[in-house]
């Protein structure tokens, strides 16, 4: 929150924002509050963060405390619903209240929100830092009117204007985390060296923005800052990180030289990836960097249907390469439902990526995001979607809602095997080793054998793990590696207890005494091989032997790593 001197003269604005998660924060009203400061009237303005899915009572009592004269919501897909359902709550309790909507969820649907919801006086589209501002001065001092407002949305004579959206110069933009008006107290601290996009892909909200890059001197300015913290990642908001080789390599290597505790999130275009990058990566500290990659799909014409440039074959080959590092976090992301794709070609481009086994693999349903290219095609391309957050697909020409909604389940199956860690070695190795690398035939196979509890209900580890071994038996005598795979998994979850699969109680009988945090305490043994420790090498990046291994479980390490330990 931003401390605020005004005196009762001075009317009062609110920036409230509604995040996902505890350790969000809003880069984009911190910057808003920092160019209105700029210009004089910061003063006046105090920032209120909340968290989306939680009773709002204490929010809405502080707001009403406050008395705004204007309220600013910054709107995204995870919380519009909770925005309007405030701005009428408000409405109620401070009728003289401007209520200002923006944000990318907002700015793309300011006709409609107005039109439907008459509690919001105004919807900013595009960048928000001058818009509001210059608004803020038309409502308090009645300086010029509304048609000069960037992107601004309202009412007028009964109908409802729109505004064209004027980008701002990079200069303008405020430097908030050199000067120390970011959100430092959060795990994670968001930051950007650019606005804007090099691409146009059709489902994507940048797909009209056009790329402003920032001065490498206000880079480095940030660095200097940002590199003061300790134990942080610094998320970069890129759109795309690669502009310009040159530029790319020069930042990467300064990321690599800051401070141990500091970790950067950035999202890659694989086939831009140089030889220098891979260099600076390869040489970093392990965990220095993580990686968000968004392939949406492997198919060549597919990619043309959306507006998409992506070498392929380059692609895969640059993440093989990330992958087998094991140094930092990969995270890929596919779409189900791009314009001509069918089952058999997202099966294809799901299995293929499922074979790099990456850290984490996201398989999402797309979502026809309001002024989206894609989204205005979308009838003539005969789509059938949600018209609500989050806009998914529910089917198109080319795919069923059936097919799309097996698709679903394999999401989950991903999320609760593969993604969880809980699973990661056996699925990977059943993969391999039973279904020649296909994870959608595994995956179907286990959904008819198991039903759909296991992808649709919120079934506790113990019951996953429960599931899955039973599904495995008619595989796991004849399978090198399976048994221990599905042993070491169970014994980095848990201790044998009363809800163990009885399969794999039977087979952690041997145990020895190991000293764990200066106690003695009788731990499980499991015996690899060759086999077994090659594909754990593979995932993990270690250096693990054959031989015997007892492990003290993350059920008792709350978040710390798993503790192994080899055995004479």
């Excluded at 919380?79 to 003289?96: H, T, V």
């Excluded at 200066?518 to 060759?530: A, F, N, Q």
Aim: hydrophobic share 40%.
């Amino acid at each position: 929150m931003l401390p605020t001197s005004a005196s009762e003269n001075h009317p009062k604005v609110a920036l409230v924002a509604l995040h996902a998660g505890y350790s969000h924060s809003s880069l984009a009203l911190q910057s808003i509050a920092a160019y209105a400061d700029a210009r004089g009237c910061g003063h006046r303005m105090q920032l209120f963060d909340a968290l989306v899915n939680t009773n709002h009572q204490v929010l809405i009592e502080r707001l009403v405390e406050y008395a705004p004269r204007i309220i600013g919501f910054s709107t995204y897909l995870w919380n519009i619903s909770a925005s309007i359902r405030l701005s009428r709550l408000l409405k109620q309790l401070l009728p003289e209240m401007q209520v200002v909507f923006g944000g990318p969820e907002a700015g793309a649907r300011g006709v409609e929100l107005l039109t439907r919801v008459s509690e919001i006086d105004y919807v900013i589209e595009g960048e928000g830092e001058a818009a509001f501002t210059d608004l803020m001065n038309r409502v308090f001092q009645t300086q010029g009117d509304f048609e000069s407002v960037s992107g601004l949305v309202y009412r007028k004579d009964d109908q409802i204007q729109q505004n064209s959206v004027q980008l701002m110069p990079v200069s303008e933009i405020p430097p908030i985390v050199s000067e120390g008006r970011f959100d430092s107290a959060k795990p994670l601290v968001y930051w950007e060296t650019s606005r804007g996009c090099p691409y146009q892909c059709s489902f994507c909200s940048s797909a009209t923005e056009r790329l402003r890059a920032f001065p490498v001197e206000r880079v480095e300015a940030d660095l200097q800052v940002l590199e003061q913290l300790s134990n942080k990642t610094v998320k970069l908001l890129d759109r795309s990180f690669h502009l310009g080789e040159k530029r790319t390599s020069t930042l990467l290597q300064r990321f690599a030289a800051t401070p141990d505790g500091l970790r950067f999130h950035l999202e890659l275009n694989p086939d831009r990836i140089s030889e220098q990058a891979m260099c600076v990566f390869r040489e970093a500290l392990r965990g220095k960097f993580q990686f968000e990659i968004g392939l949406q799909t492997l198919n060549d014409q597919v990619l043309i249907n959306i507006d998409r440039r992506m070498d392929v074959a380059k692609s895969l080959e640059n993440i093989r390469c990330l992958v087998e590092m094991r140094r930092h976090p990969v995270h890929l992301d596919l779409i189900v439902g791009l314009p001509g794709e069918t089952v058999e070609l997202c099966t294809s481009s799901l299995d293929q990526t499922f074979r790099l086994y990456p850290d984490h693999l996201q398989l999402g349903i797309l979502k026809l995001l309001p002024g989206t290219p894609l989204q205005q095609q979308a009838h003539q391309l005969g789509y059938r979607w949600d018209t609500e957050p989050p806009y998914e697909v529910l089917s198109n020409p080319s795919m069923a809602f059936k097919q799309i909604a097996q698709f679903k389940r394999y999401a989950e199956l991903l999320e609760r095997l593969y993604n969880s860690g809980l699973l990661k070695t056996t699925l990977t190795g059943l993969v391999s080793q039973c279904f020649s690398g296909s994870v959608s035939d595994c995956f179907d196979r286990l959904l008819d054998d198991s039903g759909q509890q296991i992808a649709r209900d919120n079934l506790q580890p113990d019951a996953l793990f429960d599931q899955l071994c039973n599904f495995m038996i008619p595989y796991l005598e004849d399978t090198p590696g399976l048994q221990e795979w599905l042993l070491w998994d169970y014994c980095q979850f848990s201790l044998v207890n009363g809800k163990t699969p009885q399969w794999i109680a039977d087979r952690l009988t041997l145990s020895e005494k190991v000293v764990v945090q200066g106690s003695r305490r009788r731990l499980p043994v499991i015996t690899l091989t060759d086999t077994g420790v090659t594909m754990i090498n593979q995932l993990t990046g270690s250096r693990y032997v054959a031989g015997r291994y007892a492990l003290w479980p993350r059920q008792h390490k709350k978040g710390k790593p798993v503790e192994i330990f080899s055995l004479a």
